[in-house]
């Protein structure tokens, strides 16, 4: 499975990052080993979409980080 997902930052700013495994890459999150997410600890998941397909999460995860997608991610995912 890969995994599209969304974090809530301390700063209140949003990730979205794609993944084949959630847990071990939020360990990374939380560990401070993410270059974006590491000054902005502690990280809270909001949301996870699951994809059989590889292409599909990512072409997912590159949408949610587009203008529409953002509104999207807003209205309907957070």
Not at 8 to 20: E, L, V
Not at 29 to 35: L, S, T
Not at 36 to 62: Q, V
């Amino acid at each position: 499975m890969w995994y599209v997902y969304i974090l809530k930052c301390s700063d209140n700013s949003f990730y979205t990052g794609c993944t084949n495994s959630l847990k071990d890459r939020l360990e990374k999150h939380n560990k401070g080993q993410v270059h974006y997410t590491k000054d902005k600890l502690p990280i809270e998941l909001i949301t996870y979409i699951a994809f059989t397909d590889k292409y599909k999460a990512y072409n997912f995860g590159k949408y949610l980080k587009s203008g529409s997608g953002i509104a999207f991610r807003n209205k309907r995912l957070i």
